[in-house]
């Protein structure tokens, strides 16, 4: 199936956010678009560097990366963090974005009930079972918000393993807040989820981690960060100090797992515990564009029916690396790597 959203009202865009302030010197401002419980260590670390390049960050917080792209679209902000899913959506959407800098990846996991009876990674066993459930009359459930990153693996995951996600299992549309709820009441048997959840689920729950959808055949880089194209374009001086205080940013967590753990606390509502796991467990951090990861996820997205074409080819048409190999020092070759 092939999830549209530029057609949705243009309000959406600015659905979960808060609103859009004016200022005075635009060409320093840079309202940057953040999805809502992600890139905490960021969100703290920016503040710290932005006099260096003057700028001034305006973070906005989105509920998803549809919202903060629609957004972009509609020159409302200069900056936002996006999904390798998006990136594709807005290729297939004929939208101006550009990738400049990366985030990570090890967000999607998917999780079952304290009582669940297969073993972590055991696939054959959830083939059996799915089977098996089908058979009886009751098909697995699995939670996931329809559209999203984690819809994407999964279904990949599932057409890869031989099961029908249309016919075999029940797919069922849960927001990833409402995840820990819904398996542990059972409303659910699974849950494909982001790794925060999966983390609280584990802690508060006693769920258990089926599978970790990340390395080889998954791949690894999931999150990166976009400008608008027309800034590359007319204000290539601008988007470099973007670039370049994201790195300074970045720089002081994103090798430090300890570090990440310190700064997400500030941002987080979870417990600690969560937030250890988090990062320790799931979340690999990189200020690369890993090339290769978002040319899979093109491929996925096309098998699996999402994307008009396989995009694959065209990837590097929207990622820039020449700002952050200014920044870094480093070789456009070496950032497209993990």
């Known amino acids: 199936m092939k999830i549209g959203f530029r057609t949705a009202a243009l309000a959406a865009a600015t659905l979960g956010c808060v609103s859009f302030a004016g200022h005075a010197a635009a060409q320093d401002v840079v309202r940057h678009g953040l999805q809502r419980g992600a890139l905490g260590a960021l969100k703290v670390?920016?503040?710290?560097?932005?006099?260096?390049?003057?700028?001034?960050?305006?973070?906005?917080?989105?509920?998803?990366?549809?919202?903060?792209?629609?957004a972009m679209e509609q020159k409302e902000l200069e900056m936002g963090n996006l999904t390798a899913q998006h990136v594709i959506r807005a290729m297939d959407e004929g939208m101006n974005l550009v990738v400049v800098i990366g985030w990570g990846g090890g967000y999607n996991v998917l999780f079952g009930g304290k009582d669940m009876a297969l073993a972590k990674d055991d696939f054959a066993a959830l083939k059996s079972l799915v089977a098996a459930r089908?058979?009886?009359?009751?098909?697995?459930?699995?939670?996931?918000?329809?559209?999203?990153?984690?819809?994407?693996?999964?279904?990949y995951l599932l057409k890869n393993l031989g099961i029908d996600g249309g016919k075999d299992v029940d797919i069922v549309n849960i927001p990833f807040p409402n995840h820990v709820r819904a398996v542990d009441g059972k409303e659910v048997d699974m849950a494909m989820t982001i790794a925060s959840f999966a983390a609280l689920a584990v802690n508060a729950?006693?769920?258990?981690?089926?599978?970790?959808?990340?390395?080889?055949?998954?791949?690894?880089?999931e999150i990166g960060q976009a400008v608008r194209r027309?800034?590359?374009?007319?204000?290539?001086?601008?988007?470099?100090?973007?670039?370049?205080?994201?790195?300074?940013?970045?720089?002081?967590?994103?090798?430090?797992?300890?570090?990440?753990?310190?700064f997400e606390q500030k941002e987080s509502t979870f417990p600690k515990p969560v937030v250890e796991m988090i990062q320790k467990d799931f979340?690999?951090?990189?200020?690369?564009?890993?090339?290769?990861?978002?040319?899979?996820?093109?491929?996925?997205?096309?098998?699996?029916?999402?994307a008009k074409k396989d995009h694959s080819a065209d990837v590097e048409k929207f990622v820039d690396l020449s700002f952050l190999a200014k920044a870094t020092?480093?070789?456009?070759q070496e950032l497209k790597g993990f």
Do not use: C
């Not at 089908?134 to 279904?155: D, E, F, M, Y």
């Not at 006693?206 to 690894?220: D, N």
């Not at 979340?283 to 491929?299: N, Q, W």
């Not at 020092?329 to 456009?332: A, F, I, L, P, V």
């Open 45 to 70: 670390t920016l503040p710290l560097v932005q006099d260096k390049y003057k700028l001034k960050y305006d973070l906005k917080t989105f509920n998803d990366s549809t919202t903060v792209i629609l």
């Open 205 to 221: 729950t006693g769920a258990k981690v089926f599978h970790h959808l990340y390395g080889a055949g998954a791949g690894r880089w």
């Open 230 to 262: 027309d800034l590359v374009k007319d204000k290539p001086e601008f988007v470099q100090r973007i670039v370049a205080s994201h790195v300074d940013a970045m720089r002081m967590f994103v090798a430090d797992t300890a570090k990440q753990i310190e």
């Open 329 to 332: 020092g480093m070789s456009e």
């Open 283 to 306: 979340l690999r951090l990189t200020i690369k564009v890993t090339i290769d990861d978002i040319k899979l996820t093109a491929k996925q997205m096309h098998e699996v029916g999402w």
């Open 134 to 155: 089908r058979t009886a009359g009751n098909k697995l459930k699995i939670g996931v918000p329809t559209g999203s990153q984690q819809h994407l693996k999964l279904s």
